[in-house]
């Protein structure tokens, strides 16, 4: 089976919804509190949006070194989620792989805050 049939399509209008913005992570911090090991990530998402943290399960993949400076891609408009006791405010995109999930990053780049068209 198509797996777009098995998901449905959305319309341009959903789509529309979901904001991707561009952002530069600033800093990444340990998360021991974490079920599964992850860091926590303070974003900068640009003038307009601000800086917004984060909690990623990516240290299979990258260390906190690695991801200081790079930009990524996320979901500014989803509801505050709390995750043990941290809240995060937005949503790190990315691909899942056998060996950890893999981070939506930008082959230029591009202002922070940036929305993906």
Do not use: C
């Not at 992570?25 to 860091?39: N, Q, S, T």
């Not at 900068?44 to 260390?63: C, E, M, N, R, W």
């Amino acid at each position: 089976m198509n797996p777009i049939d098995e998901h449905g399509l959305i319309s341009w209008a959903d789509f529309e919804k979901v904001q991707l913005r561009a952002g530069t992570v600033l800093r990444v911090e340990d998360f021991p509190e974490a079920r599964k090991p992850a860091w926590k990530l303070w974003v900068d998402f640009g003038p307009d949006i601000g800086v917004l943290k984060t909690s990623a399960q990516v240290k299979a993949l990258y260390a906190a070194e690695d991801l200081v400076g790079r930009q990524i891609v996320g979901v500014v408009n989803f509801p505050p989620k709390q995750v043990g006791p941290f809240r995060s405010e937005f949503l790190l995109t990315g691909f899942p792989t056998d060996a950890g999930v893999v981070l939506t990053t930008l082959e230029r780049p591009v202002p922070n805050g940036t929305r993906m068209a």
